[in-house]
C-alpha cells in the first residue's frame, strides 16, 4: 500500500532480545502484596469500595471510577484480602492514595464483568487505558469515535528498541485480534481497517497478514524509524490526513489502537475479564530475556525475585521504553497497565552536563512535529512561555529524539516535557487573568 | 538501592557529540593541511601548532573564568583547534609568527568570547582575525610564494629560508586584476592553470591552494552528516552561475568560471567556514538563503571591488543577516 512521508525520525538500535514466539506466566506467591494506586496519567481519583480486611476475588472492583474528570474502575488482581488503603509509591507521580491487597491461595479464577449493551460500557468497565505506554482511557476515544470514523488503525509499529510484546501478541494471539477488530468494524460501522507493522513486527507474523488477508483488512509495513507510531504521523503516513494542531485524530475520522489494547478489549468482549494482567518485555542487560504475563500491582521488586534478577548488578532500571519510559530508583512500585517492558542495563551513561548550543540543527531536522526544539528551548530558560506556545509547544509529542540527537546534550525534550505540564497551563491562568483585570 | 541511575527520558544518547563532531571538522580539515606543510615546509606546521596553542589556551582560560572549574578536559576538544586550523589557511603561507599570534588572539578573544563564548558569537572567528590582519599587515597579506621545491625532495627541515626555495608571486586572482587595470586582457579560457589549480599547485593562501585536498575533506563532512549540504551547495552554486554570467558578458576582462572556483578561497570558505554552525542559520530554508548570500557576494566582490578575494567579507557580511533569516525561516509545525 501507498505510504506518504513524513520529515524526521531517528534510526535507532534494535536490540529487540526477547523471543516473541513464547509468552511466559509470572507466578503469584502465596502473601504477595499487590498496589492499586488510585491516580494515574490520564485518570484520577477512582474512589475506594473496599476497606481493610475486605475478602477479594480477582477481577473484583476495588475502587470504582469518580464521577469527575477521566476515570476507571479499578479491579484487584488476585484473590487475596485488602491489607490497607493508604499512600504507595508510584513511578510517575511518587507517591499517591492506593489500595494493598495480600494474595491468598489462587483459584486461577475471575469474576466477570457484568455484561452490557454498549461496547463502550464494557471497555470502560473493564478499565482499559491506552496500553501502549501513554494511558489515555480507551471508553473516551472509543466515545467520541462513534459514529464517526471511518478508518481504524492498529498500531503495531513498536519501534523502541528491546520491546518484543506486541509482537508477541500478534504472533500467539492472530486469531483473537482479528476477531477482536472486525468486532469493533461491526460496531462503529469502520469502512476500512489498516494494521501497521513497523521493524520487528513484520517478522514471523505470516499467520496475522494471512489472516488480515482474508478479512479485507489492510497491512502496511512501515519504514524502520522512530517514532513513525506517533498518532499523527501515522495517520498522515498510512492515509495522507493531516491532524490539525490541537486536534484528535477523530477530527480526521481515524481511530489508533494500540495492539495491547485491542488484546485488552478482547479479553472484555469475549472472555468478560477486566484487565487484570498485560503482556510485559523483561530485556536490558540481562540474559534470560521475556515476554511475560504479569498481574497489576505485582511490585517490580517481586518481579525481579521471581525470575532470579539480581538488581545489584545493574545501575538502571526503566519501566517503558528507552526513549520515553521512566527510570526508577525505588524498587517497591508497581507495574501498572502503561508499562510495555522493564528494562534493567548496566552501562557507563550519566547525567551528562548540558552545554551550550552549537546551532548544528540536527534537533530540528530530527523532530517530526517539524517544531525547533533549540528555539523552544532557548524561549523557556528565558521565561518567555508566550513565545513558546507560538512556537506550537504543546504539539510536541514528546518523543525524545531532540535529546537523543543533541550534540550539546542539552535536555531539550526534558525542558520542553516540563513546560508543557506546567509553565503553559500557568501562563495561560496569567494571561486570562491579565485580561480579565485589564478588561475592568 | 538508591545507587540507580534517575535520569529523565529519554534514557539513551546518539553518537553524535561535540567532541565528536569537530573531531570529524578536524579531520576533513587535514587533507589540505597535510598538503600545505608538504608544499611550503616544516614553518607552516609550526605555524599550526602555536596558532592552535593560543587558540586553546585562551579558550580554556576564558571557559575556566566562566565556569569556575577545571576545564582541562576541554583543552582537547578542537573547538578553539578548528578555528585556529582555519586561520593558518586562510593567511599566505610564509609569515612571522607573530602575525599568526595576533590573529588567533583576536578571532578567539575579540570575535568569540567577548560575546559570550561559543554558541553564542555572531562572526566566524577565523575569518574575522584573518580580516583583521588583513588589514593590520596589508603588505604581508599580499606576498605570496610559489614553492620551486618541495619537502619530499628537501626533507623537512630543508626549506628554512625564504625566498630561496620559493619565488614571490601574485595570485591568479590578484595578477588577474592587475593585468585588466594596467589595460590588458585575459585569455577568455586560462585552460593551462586548471590542472595546477585543481591539485594546489599555486601561489594562494596556505591552505586554500589545493581544490582537491578541500574537496576531500568536504566529502568527509558530507558523508559523515554533520554539516549542512545545503550551505556549501548553494553558495557554490550561486557562485558559479554569477561567475558564469559576468564571465560571458565581459570576456577577456573576467577570469573564466573553473579558474575562478578553483583559485581563492571560496572553496574553503563554502565548505569550511559557511557552515560553522554557530555563525550560520539555523533552519534548512535559511540555509539556503545563507549560502545564496554568500556565493552572490563572493563573486560580486572579486569582480566589483577592488579586493581580489571576497569570500571572507561575504560570510561575515551574512553572519550578520542570521538573526532576521532565523526570525523569518522558522519552520511551519506539523499541522499547525
Ligand atoms: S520537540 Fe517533541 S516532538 Fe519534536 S523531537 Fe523533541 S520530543 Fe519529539
Ligand atoms: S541539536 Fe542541540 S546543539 Fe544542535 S541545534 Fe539542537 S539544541 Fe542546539
Redesign the interface.
Given at each position: 500500500m501507498k505510504l506518504y512521508s513524513?520529515k524526521g525520525g531517528?534510526k535507532?538500535k534494535q536490540n529487540k532480545f526477547a523471543d516473541a514466539n513464547i509468552i511466559n506466566t509470572l507466578p503469584v506467591l502465596d502473601g504477595e502484596l499487590f498496589y492499586y494506586p488510585l491516580s494515574n496519567s490520564f485518570c484520577n481519583n477512582s474512589i475506594p469500595v473496599v476497606e481493610k480486611g475486605a475478602v477479594v476475588k480477582a477481577g473484583d472492583v476495588i475502587a470504582k471510577a469518580s464521577e469527575t474528570g477521566f476515570s476507571i474502575d479499578i479491579h484487584s488482581s488476585v484473590d487475596g484480602i485488602v491489607e490497607d488503603v493508604t499512600q504507595i509509591k508510584h513511578s510517575k507521580l511518587m507517591h499517591t492514595e492506593g489500595i494493598i491487597i495480600k494474595a491468598s491461595e489462587q483459584s486461577g479464577d475471575y469474576s466477570k464483568l457484568a455484561p452490557t449493551k454498549d461496547i463502550v460500557d464494557t471497555i470502560k468497565n473493564a478499565g482499559i487505558l491506552g496500553m501502549g505506554g501513554a494511558g489515555f482511557p480507551s471508553y473516551v476515544k472509543f466515545f467520541s469515535s462513534k459514529s464517526k470514523v471511518d478508518t481504524l488503525i492498529i498500531n503495531a509499529s513498536e519501534s523502541e528498541?528491546y520491546l518484543t510484546c506486541d509482537q508477541s501478541i500478534l504472533i500467539n494471539k492472530a486469531d483473537e485480534l482479528i476477531e477482536t477488530i472486525l468486532f469493533i468494524q461491526k460496531e462503529l460501522d469502520i469502512k476500512r481497517v489498516i494494521v501497521a507493522l513497523e521493524g520487528n513486527t513484520t517478522e514471523q507474523t505470516d499467520k496475522l497478514k494471512q489472516l488480515a488477508k482474508d478479512n479485507s483488512i489492510d497491512i502496511a509495513e512501515l519504514p524502520r524509524k522512530y517514532p513513525y507510531s506517533g498518532e499523527?504521523?501515522l495517520i498522515?503516513v498510512l492515509l495522507g490526513r493531516?491532524?490539525?494542531?490541537g486536534?484528535l485524530p477523530s477530527s480526521v475520522n481515524v481511530m489508533i489502537q494500540n495492539v495491547s489494547t485491542i488484546y485488552g478489549i478482547y479479553e472484555a468482549i469475549k472472555k468478560s475479564k477486566p484487565v487484570i494482567d498485560r503482556v510485559i518485555t523483561v530485556s536490558g542487560d540481562i540474559d534470560n530475556h521475556q515476554n511475560i504475563v504479569v498481574k497489576m500491582g505485582t511490585t517490580v521488586r517481586s518481579l525481579l525475585e521471581k525470575l532470579n534478577l539480581d538488581?545489584e548488578k545493574?545501575?538502571?532500571?526503566?519501566l517503558?521504553g528507552?526513549?520515553?519510559?521512566?527510570?526508577?530508583?525505588?524498587?517497591d512500585v508497581p507495574i501498572l497497565k502503561t508499562v510495555s517492558s522493564i528494562?534493567l542495563?548496566n552501562d557507563k551513561?550519566?547525567?551528562?552536563e548540558e552545554?551550550?548550543?552549537?546551532?548544528?540543527?540536527?534537533c530540528?531536522?530530527v523532530c517530526?512535529?517539524?517544531?525547533?526544539p533549540?528555539?523552544i528551548k532557548n524561549s523557556i530558560m528565558q521565561g518567555d512561555i508566550g513565545q513558546a506556545i507560538d512556537?506550537?509547544i504543546m504539539?510536541c509529542i514528546e518523543c525524545?529524539?531532540c535529546?537523543?540527537?543533541c550534540?550539546?546534550?542539552r535536555?531539550l525534550?526534558?525542558s520542553i516535557?516540563y513546560a508543557k505540564n506546567f509553565l503553559v497551563k500557568d501562563h495561560i491562568a496569567a494571561t486570562e487573568n491579565d485580561k480579565a483585570v485589564g478588561g475592568k | 538501592?538508591?545507587?540507580?541511575?534517575?535520569?529523565?527520558?529519554?534514557?539513551?544518547?546518539?553518537k553524535?557529540?561535540?567532541k565528536?563532531?569537530f573531531f570529524i571538522l578536524s579531520a576533513a580539515m587535514l587533507p589540505a593541511i597535510l598538503f600545505s606543510i608538504f608544499y611550503y615546509g616544516y614553518r607552516m606546521l609550526f605555524a599550526y601548532i602555536l596558532t592552535m596553542g593560543v587558540c586553546s589556551f585562551t579558550e580554556w582560560v576564558y571557559e575556566s573564568i566562566k565556569y569556575k572549574k577545571d576545564y582541562l578536559e576541554r583543552f582537547l576538544e578542537f573547538k578553539g583547534s578548528v578555528t585556529a586550523a582555519l586561520i593558518v589557511m586562510t593567511l599566505p603561507p610564509i609569515l612571522p609568527y607573530y602575525v599568526y599570534v595576533v590573529a588567533a588572539l583576536i578571532a578567539s578573544i575579540i570575535a568569540k568570547q567577548l560575546f559570550g563564548?561559543?554558541?553564542?558569537n555572531v562572526y566566524n572567528p577565523a575569518i574575522t582575525g584573518r580580516i583583521a590582519v588583513l588589514v593590520g599587515y596589508s603588505s604581508l597579506m599580499s606576498t605570496f610564494y610559489l614553492p620551486t621545491s618541495n619537502i619530499l625532495e628537501n626533507g623537512l627541515f630543508n626549506i628554512t629560508t625564504v625566498p630561496i626555495d620559493a619565488i614571490s608571486m601574485a595570485t591568479t586572482l590578484t595578477a588577474a586584476k592587475e593585468t585588466v587595470a594596467s589595460g590588458g586582457t585575459l585569455p577568455i579560457l586560462m585552460t593551462d592553470t586548471w590542472l595546477p589549480s585543481f591539485l594546489g599547485f599555486i601561489p594562494g593562501a596556505a591552505g586554500e591552494v589545493s581544490a582537491l585536498a578541500l574537496l576531500i575533506g568536504g566529502a568527509l563532512i558530507l558523508i559523515t552528516r554533520?554539516g549542512?549540504w545545503r550551505i556549501p551547495f548553494a553558495c557554490l552554486t550561486t557562485f558559479l552561475v554569477l561567475a558564469t554570467v559576468f564571465w560571458y558578458f565581459n570576456q577577456g576582462y573576467v577570469l573564466d568560471p573553473i579558474t575562478q572556483v578553483l583559485s581563492g578561497g571560496i572553496i574553503l570558505g563554502s565548505f569550511f567556514m559557511a557552515t560553522d554552525?554557530?555563525t550560520?542559520p539555523?533552519?534548512?530554508k535559511g540555509?539556503i538563503i545563507f549560502g545564496i548570500g554568500c556565493g552572490a557576494l563572493a563573486i560580486m566582490i572579486r569582480i566589483f571591488s577592488s579586493y581580489p578575494e571576497g569570500i571572507g567579507f561575504s560570510i561575515l557580511l551574512m553572519n550578520s543577516l542570521v538573526p532576521l533569516i532565523d526570525r523569518y525561516t522558522?519552520?511551519?509545525?506539523?499541522?499547525?
Open positions: 513524513i531517528i535507532l528498541p499523527k504521523q498522515y493531516t491532524v490539525k494542531k486536534e538488581p545493574y545501575n538502571r532500571i526503566i517503558g528507552l526513549m520515553t519510559g521512566t527510570s526508577i530508583a525505588d524498587l528494562l542495563l551513561s550519566k547525567n551528562h552545554e551550550a548550543c552549537a546551532r548544528c540543527g540536527r530540528i531536522d517530526v512535529m517539524g517544531l525547533s533549540t528555539g512556537d506550537d504539539s525524545g529524539c535529546s537523543y540527537v550534540i550539546s546534550h535536555k525534550m526534558e516535557q | 538501592m538508591s545507587s540507580f541511575l534517575m535520569k529523565l527520558p529519554p534514557h539513551q544518547h546518539g553524535y557529540e561535540t565528536y563532531t563564548g561559543f554558541g553564542r554533520i549542512a554552525f554557530v550560520s539555523l533552519y534548512s540555509k522558522k519552520p511551519r509545525s506539523f499541522g499547525g
